[in-house]
């Protein structure tokens, strides 16, 4: 009995590509950031952590900071460089002479040039074992991300399964419940008075392929890393997906990927292809059409604020990018709905834009079925969703 819960056990790991035993849950995250991300408000939140912690004070996660700032598959900022190197100054050690000798010979930053000369020069005389660069090979590991990623079937239990994790739980309770996640991003948001920093909010994003999300935000007065959001969708975090990133084979292209989610029904992947292609240099006029049929033939059966939500960044997606064409949709639903925030947004002025097509939207010139038939959800098989962006 004991040797077959040992062999389930072992399958289960396998299959949820779960860290090893010895890679802490925190640990694992924040490799997988440094080895994936080259931007400084995703190296920031760590460094802190890792200077403020010393439990973090590991090979295991050090290295990491080393060959992302040397690694060929890394294009490092100044700031990312400099944010990475002030970690090794102070929680590094000599081990890591050479790797930064090597940046400093390849950096065309004169401010990364000068750092990393001031750390060499501080340990020039150190006979421990150096890191030698290559020894984690970025690119390697990310396309074995990829490959994990794609090869992860996602289902209705798995989605159960994560709805019910509570929030305030640590990142130690979600990957004994999920296993390892297939995409980790952190963020960093201040509030300053131009000064001093009175506010420093930090956030773990944390994806599971075709599952869903949750947002982990840093409580330094309860201990780390808590829960604060769980969104279980299929389609919503697919562009977060390593595969998209990385890997050339499996990734829809970023229309197909808008439309999905747009035609989902599903109220956190209708506000993500709103807002997302809102905040875009330039919108596809099918999309447009798209989003104005979506809007006319749904925002009625909205019954919550979230669901308002999502409808309210449709019309500001019209309104900015959709030009006089729109005008009469927006009129309608100014008219027809009760929620004041949506009547509001779809109540905004056009802005100003050089529109193409000014004939008034017809609705039914659409069709969302056919839409739906050419770009199908990602994971037909699952349907159930739970929470809300």
Known sequence: ??????????????????????????????????????????????????????????????????????????????????????????????????????????????????????????HRKTTVAQYLPGTIDFARLRAEYSRTALAFVPDDEQARRLATFPVESSIEKLFQLMGSPHAVLT??????????????????????????????????????????????????????????????????????????????????????????????AKVDPAFLDAAAEVLLKQHRGANDWHSYDAYAWMCKLLTEHGGPRYSQVLERVAVETTDTKLKAFAAKPLKKIDAGNTSPYVEGSVSLEALRAQYPPFYPQRTWVSGNL
């Open 187 to 280: 963020s960093q948001t201040l509030v300053s008075d131009g000064i001093l920093v009175h506010v420093r909010t930090q956030r773990l994003f944390v994806y599971y392929r075709g599952v869903g999300r949750v947002l982990f935000q840093y409580l330094r007065e309860k201990g780390g890393w808590q829960a604060r959001n769980i969104i279980v969708d299929p389609d919503a975090f697919e562009e977060y997906m390593p595969y998209r990133r990385f890997a050339a084979d499996g990734a829809a292209s970023n229309q197909a990927l808008r439309f999905t989610q747009l035609l989902s029904r599903h109220q956190p992947a209708m506000k993500v292809a709103a807002e997302k292609s809102t905040q875009s």
């Open 1 to 122: 009995m004991h040797r077959l819960l040992l062999a389930l056990a072992a399958a289960f790991c396998a299959a949820a590509n779960v860290c090893s035993a010895d890679v802490a849950p925190r640990t694992w995250a924040y490799q997988h950031v440094v080895a994936t991300s080259n931007l400084p408000t995703q190296f920031d939140p760590i460094i802190r952590h890792m200077k403020a912690d010393e439990e973090l004070h590991q090979e295991a996660l050090i290295d990491y900071i080393a060959e992302a700032l040397v690694s060929p598959a890394n294009q490092l900022g100044e700031k990312s460089a400099l944010i990475l190197l002030e970690g090794l100054q102070d929680f590094g050690g000599g081990r890591y002479r050479d790797a930064v000798a090597q940046l400093q010979g390849k950096t065309r930053f004169p401010k990364v040039e000068s750092a990393a000369g001031k750390f060499v020069r501080k």
